[in-house]
Every structure is written in structure tokens, then in C-alpha cells.
């Protein structure tokens, strides 16, 4: 990843008009992205994502707003100045898209032909990108003979032909099971590292943008929620949308309602054991830790805890008398929070 | 007699076969026109698309015998004459080539929006779509269209029979129905249905070699 930002996102905005009115897609949004990055954009369905991929490369037109890529300015060019562009960015999507009527080799040639490249040169070409993506002895099959995880491989090799300085990938894992997925991530994190070539990837798995990805732009409902590098949003994610991805479940804990509480008193135990955790374990019943505070001397665990007990009678007793057994000095606090 | 309906099989064949190659000449690429000049087409030209649209159903709508007479002065102005097989290729041409332009339609928008989409990615002109992307993708489909295309103009060209054009419906008409010859008349109607399974099996084979996806 250099400084030099290949793909700048500018004020962009794009709604629709259907026959109910108009629907915002997206809603201003901004992104630089840098040379050489992986730069995931993550989203639930519905939220622009794939709108937002499509204006980089102008398969949608943007209603306001622009996209720079590689200092040109894409909404200021014409058609055909537009096409010369689209062919040095790649795209690989969902479904694949590969021509069924075409062999292997043939769909990789694809966008050679389209560029105009002597067929020779071509050909050649094309089967050195089969060998990166692995699938030389595949050149003759038609798509229709392949695995998912083949084709996607097709795809790669077929966006990569005209030496696009940009990869674009539409939720290109999401048919795909999870072990092909991350054969399909680990290949194009080696084409990143090997062709230095700047990939952005579309998706609503948060593991995608976990294996590969290094920056990460969050949208939710068409505008961009929270946008950093991976570690950062995974660690402190700051908006509600970032938190929802990275605890997808939202494990809500049912509230303590019981007011019971007892102070643990520690006094040389050995602060090897975790008490707490082992009580947990054996009991199978769970405790809110309301205060603690111990420390380690010299190998020996000096302090107190506080926790809630849970409400029901009997749990609350076998919790006592684990710690009591334990030769912990336990006494009961009543109303502590 | 067998010299007789060995004519008739020739003049027919050699009618359908013209026409359809003739009809098709206009039919594609009208058709091709009509799926890209949709509104969600890949060069949209939405007013050309209503106009051919309304062209291609009113000559649809016209049955074709009531066509056949009503373009004799343009036959003759193009052949020269009104009657035999040749003169009949101008009504079946005219006739076939909306009914055509329909089929090459319906084939290409069976074409994988999500195929022309990548051919788009990849800096693909409109033209480059059309025939690398639309044309050959829909080739098995557009085989399947052309069996009954060229089908339904062997039956269309039995039916100009009655104002003389030739072919085995004309002898069907003219030894069979004017002069009661029951025999003839069965014997033509029965190598025109030879023709038609012919023709249908033929373009099913072709279609099903020519398809890739299994």
C-alpha cells in the first residue's frame, strides 16, 4: 500500500426514479482509496453497496458527485474514453458471468479482443493467467463442466487479462462455500501482493473483510457509517452499524434483576487459579462481577470482588458453598448497586 | 405425376430457403435493434424503439394471404412478374422478416443481463456486445427460432398457391382442390409435413450441439 490515492470517491450520491418516487441509493459518499490496498466496503443488503461498486467504474452514472480514478476525472470523459478506462479496471461478481458458450481460454481472451490485442498475444496471454489462478489444464472445458469455485478462478483470470490497475469484486464469495471462499481470498490477496494491483472488495460477510482486507468503509441505509483500517473499526468500532457486524449476534445478556451481591475476600490464594471462571464452569450458573479489585503479590492474589448473585434461591447457595469449599472468605452484602 | 410434384418440392424448397435467408437479412438485425434500443437496453433509444415496435406489429397483424395480394404491384415492380416461386419470395420475405425480428428478440433477452454487465465492465462498445456477447451467447436459442421461422414460411409459401406462386401448395390447390384430385392433394400435403419435421429436427440437433451450458 503506497500514499497515492488510485480511486477517490468525491461528494457521490446516486438515486433512482421508479414509479413510487425517487430512491436514494447512496447519499454522499466520500473514499480515498490508496494504491495497492485491499479496501473492503461492507454492508447488509440493500444498503448501496453494489450501487456504490457500479459507480466506481460508471456502470451506474452517479446523479451528483464524481469519481476520480488514477487522476481522471470519470464523469468528465466521453463514452469512448470512458470504455478505454473500463479496461484497466477489472470486475468479478457474484454469478460469475462468464460467457457459457465460450471454453476456458476463450473467456479469458475476452476482454483482449475487446481491447483489440493481436490474437496471438492474446492467447498467450490468457494462459499465463490461467496458470496463476491454477487452472492451465482447464483452457478447453466450458464453464458449464466447472465448480463454482473454477469459475470464480475463470472470472479472475478473465479481469485480470488487461493488466487492470484496479479490481473490483461484487460480493464474489457469496455463492461460494467456505472453504472455496478462502482459497478465492487467499488468490487474491496473492495477486495483491504479487501484482501489486489495488482490489476493492463488496460484501456483507464481515469474515472477508477479516481475512484480507487492510481498510474497511461501513455503510448502512446509503450513507458511509464509519470508515478505518480493519484492526481499528474490529477493536473500537464507533458507530451502531460497525458494532452490529463485529458482534453479529448481539449476545444481549439478560439483565441481573436479583439484588443479592457478596464480596469475595481474597488473601493469599494462589492468583494462578481463576476462581471466579472455574465457579462459572462447575455450577453452570453465571455471576455479575459488580467490583473487584485484586493484585498479584508475589504469586498470591490479595483483594476483593464483588459480584451479583443470581435471583433463584438455590443457585445463589451452590455459589456460596463453591467458594466457601474453596476457603474463601465470603460474606454477603445486601443493596451494594 | 412424380415429375410433376418433384417440381413442386424443389420450387418450395427453393422458396422457403430464399425467403428465410432473405427474411432473416431484415429480421436480425431489427431484432437486435429491438433488445438494445429497449429502455433498459444497452443503447437505450427509446421513440426508434416504440416506432419499429408498432411497424412490426401492424405487418404482424395483416393475415398473410390478404399481404400476398396487397404487395402484387411491389412484386411485380421488384421481379418483374406476379407469378411463380420467385415472385413469392417478395410476400413471404415481407411477411416473415417482423415475424423473425420477434423470435431473434425473445432469444436475445434470454441472454444473462449479468454476461453483458462484465462485457460493460470491461470497456465493451455496444457493437462489440452485440456480436461477442448477445449474438453468440443466444446462438442455441437463435437456431431453435430459425427451425420455426423457416417452418412457418414453408407454410405461408403453400398458401401462395392461390394466386400462382409455385410449389407444392399450388399444385395442391390447382390438381387437388380445382380438379378433385384427392391423391395429389395428399401426396403434397404429405411431403410438406415430411418437410416441416424435417426442418424442426434438424434445428433441434443443431441447436442442442451448439449449446455449451451442459
Redesign the interface.
Known amino acids: 500500500m503506497t500514499d497515492r490515492t488510485i480511486i477517490k470517491i468525491k461528494n457521490l450520491s446516486k438515486s433512482f426514479v421508479s414509479k413510487n418516487g425517487t430512491v436514494t441509493a447512496l447519499e454522499n459518499i466520500n473514499i480515498d482509496i490508496k494504491q495497492g490496498e485491499i479496501f473492503g466496503i461492507i454492508g447488509m443488503s440493500g444498503a448501496g453497496k453494489s450501487t456504490l461498486v457500479r459507480c466506481i ?1 460508471f ?1 451506474e452514472r452517479p446523479t451528483s458527485g464524481t469519481v476520480i480514478f488514477d487522476g481522471k476525472d470519470l464523469s468528465l470523459l466521453s463514452k469512448k474514453e ?6 484497466s ?3 468479478i ?1 457474484q ?1 460469475f ?7 476456458v481460454i476463450a473467456n479469458v481472451c ?2 483482449l ?3 483489440k490485442v493481436p490474437k496471438k498475444e492474446a492467447l498467450k496471454r490468457a494462459y499465463e493467467l490461467l496458470e496463476v489462478v491454477g487452472l492451465a489444464d482447464k483452457a478447453k472445458a ?3 463442466q466447472l465448480s463454482g469455485g473454477q469459475k470464480q478462478r475463470v472470472a479472475i483470470a478473465r479481469a485480470l487479462a ?1 493488466n487492470p490497475k484496479i479490481l ?1 469484486c461484487d460480493e464474489a464469495t457469496s455463492a461460494l462455500d467456505p472453504s472455496t471462499t478462502r482459497s478465492i481470498l487467499a488468490l487474491l490477496k496473492d495477486i495483491n501482493k504479487k501484482m501489486g494491483i489495488t482490489i476493492v472488495i463488496i460484501t456483507h460477510e464481515m469474515s472477508v473483510i477479516e481475512d484480507i482486507c487492510q481498510r474497511v468503509a461501513i455503510i448502512d441505509n446509503s450513507r458511509i457509517a464509519e470508515i478505518g483500517a480493519v484492526e481499528e473499526v474490529f477493536t473500537r468500532p464507533k458507530s451502531q452499524t460497525a458494532r452490529k457486524f463485529v458482534f453479529p449476534e448481539g449476545k444481549r445478556i439478560d439483565r441481573f434483576v436479583s439484588n443479592r451481591c457478596c464480596r469475595i475476600i481474597f488473601d493469599g490464594l494462589s492468583s494462578f487459579e481463576p476462581v471466579i471462571a472455574n465457579m462459572v464452569l462447575e455450577c453452570k450458573e453465571v455471576v455479575n462481577i459488580i467490583f473487584a479489585d485484586t493484585k498479584n503479590i508475589d504469586g498470591k492474589a490479595v483483594g476483593q470482588i464483588v459480584i451479583q448473585l443470581p435471583e433463584k434461591e438455590l443457585a445463589a447457595q451452590k455459589i456460596l458453598n463453591y467458594l466457601k469449599a474453596k476457603g474463601l472468605t465470603v460474606e454477603e452484602v445486601h443493596n451494594y448497586v | 405425376m412424380f415429375e410433376l410434384i418433384w417440381q413442386g418440392l424443389l420450387e418450395t424448397l427453393y422458396m422457403t430457403i430464399v425467403s428465410t435467408l432473405l427474411a432473416y437479412v431484415i429480421g436480425l438485425p431489427l431484432g437486435v435493434v429491438m433488445v438494445v434500443t429497449d429502455k433498459d437496453g444497452i443503447y437505450p433509444l427509446v421513440t426508434l424503439n416504440k416506432i419499429l415496435g408498432v411497424i412490426i406489429n401492424l405487418v404482424r397483424s395483416i393475415p398473410f394471404l390478404i399481404l400476398l395480394i396487397a404487395v402484387l404491384p411491389f412484386t411485380r415492380f421488384v421481379v418483374g412478374t406476379t407469378i411463380g416461386s420467385t415472385a413469392t419470395i417478395v410476400p413471404l420475405v415481407i411477411g416473415a422478416a417482423p415475424f423473425i425480428a420477434r423470435l431473434v428478440e425473445a432469444s436475445i433477452k434470454e441472454v444473462d443481463k449479468g454476461v453483458i454487465e462484465a462485457a460493460q465492465s470491461m470497456g465493451a462498445t455496444p457493437f462489440q456486445i452485440i456480436y461477442k456477447v448477445m449474438i453468440p451467447e443466444a446462438k442455441p436459442s437463435l437456431i431453435v427460432g430459425s427451425a420455426i421461422a423457416i417452418t412457418t414460411i414453408l407454410s405461408y409459401s403453400a398458401m401462395a398457391g392461390i394466386v400462382g406462386g409455385g410449389g407444392l401448395g399450388d399444385i395442391a390447390i390447382r390438381y387437388g382442390y380445382y380438379r378433385y384430385q384427392n391423391d395429389i392433394m395428399l401426396v403434397t400435403v404429405a411431403i410438406l409435413v415430411l418437410i416441416v419435421q424435417a426442418f424442426q429436427e434438424i434445428g433441434m440437433k443443431l441447436a442442442k450441439i451448439n449449446d455449451k451450458r451442459n
Open positions: 467504474n456502470l470512458l470504455e478505454r478506462v473500463r479496461q479496471m477489472g470486475m461478481f454469478q458471468n462468464l460467457l457459457m458458450q465460450r471454453t475476452f476482454p479482443e475487446i481491447a466450458y464453464p458449464a488487461t473490483l
